[in-house]
């Protein structure tokens, strides 16, 4: 995603491009469980591929909504 600003909106058309690129560094979710609320800040560097696109998987799965992504060191509000 060249050219991001710090002030980019990432749409969910625009996500599903990005989350695919590994230039991602981290995401900020919210999961959905049981009716309750959990943040969570999921950072690529301490996952193995394997759990990342689990986590990222919940968000097509509707368990998670995705709040910020953060790549080339910006941090990118996501519009779901």
């Given amino acids: 995603m060249a050219g ?3 002030t980019a909106t990432l749409t969910a058309a625009s996500w599903d491009q990005v989350r695919r690129d ?3 560094e981290a995401v900020d979710l919210t ?19 394997d759990v990342w696109l689990s986590v990222l998987g919940q968000t097509d799965a509707g368990i998670a909504t995705v709040e910020r992504a953060v790549i080339g ?3 990118i509000p996501v519009i779901r």
């Fill in 22 to 24: 590994p230039g991602l």
């Fill in 31 to 49: 999961l959905h469980i049981l009716g309750g609320r959990i943040r969570l800040h999921v950072v690529r560097t301490e996952l193995s591929q």
């Fill in 73 to 75: 060191g910006r941090s």
């Fill in 4 to 6: 991001l600003t710090g």
